[in-house]
Antibody, heavy 125, light 110 residues
Framework: QVQLVESGGGVVQPGGSLRLSCAAS????????MHWVRQTPGKGLEWVAV????????YYADSVKGRFTISRDNSKSTLYLQLNSLRAEDTAVYFC??????????????????WGQGTLVTVSS | QSVLTQPPSASGTPGQRVTISCSGS????????VNWYQQLPGAAPKLLIH???QRPSGVPDRFSGSRSGTSASLAISGLQSEDEADYYC???????????FGGGTKLTVL
């Protein structure tokens, strides 16, 4: 059974740091790109970052660039998100998600499946 | 404010057909496929439609997706009470070099 389980959320003061983890099971973790997506309380979804299957390529949303770092340990089937210089607006539930793709001619279709259950990060003094 | 625009709410009675729209631009929906996610109350998002109109295994054929130009739609036929959820569209944006989501549509089954 394919499963993603996040951990590491909590309450942190503005300017503080936190590291989130996402433990994967039921599939070959090292074969898939992985993403972090967040959801602010009562609001919509916002893509945060992606890391390639081997960790060699990483991309970030402008809102977190320079403050957050995505990484992975394929030997442990675990995805990470290091959150630094946290702000009140970073308060959200953080989900990890696996990227699935299909190649259609020269185009690549991608989507997120599955998603973890999420971990809540609250930035407050 | 989300890059993709969805109506905040939609509703229908059991058995009805409802559609949810998602409006974008040439850099996202106009050039890349759209995915739809369903989020039941208190749960994580779940993939509903990928590549514009493809249903993953286990998703009823009551759900269908389509695209026209820079807009996409999710149609739900034979509406059921368990369809009451939030629905989000998403697409890759070539200009932003990132994924963008709609603001979500809360579907109420009356």
């Amino acid at each position: 059974q394919v499963q993603l389980v996040e951990s590491g959320g909590g309450v942190v003061q503005p300017g503080g740091s936190l590291r989130l983890s996402c433990a994967a099971s039921g599939f070959t973790f090292s074969s898939y790109a992985m993403h972090w997506v967040r959801q602010t309380p009562g609001k919509g979804l916002e893509w945060v970052a992606v890391v390639s299957y081997d960790g060699g390529n990483k991309y970030y949303a402008d809102s977190v660039k320079g403050r957050f770092t995505i990484s992975r340990d394929n030997s442990k089937s675990t995805l990470y998100l290091q959150l630094n210089s946290l702000r009140a607006e970073d308060t959200a539930v953080y989900f990890c998600a696996r990227e699935d793709i299909v190649v259609v001619g020269t185009a690549v279709d991608a989507w997120f499946d599955p998603w973890g259950q999420g971990t809540l990060v609250t930035v407050s003094s | 404010q989300s890059v993709l625009t969805q109506p905040p709410s939609a509703s229908g009675t059991p058995g009805q057909r409802v559609t949810i729209s998602c409006s974008g631009s040439n850099s996202n929906i106009g050039s890349n496929s759209v995915n739809w996610y369903q989020q039941l109350p208190g749960a994580a998002p779940k993939l509903l439609i990928h590549s514009g109109n493809q249903r993953p295994s286990g998703v009823p054929d009551r759900f269908s997706g389509s695209r026209s130009g820079t807009s996409a739609s999710l149609a739900i036929s034979g509406l059921q009470s368990e369809d009451e959820a939030d629905y989000y569209c998403a697409a890759w944006d070539d200009s932003l070099n990132g994924w963008v989501f709609g603001g979500g549509t809360k579907l109420t089954v009356l």
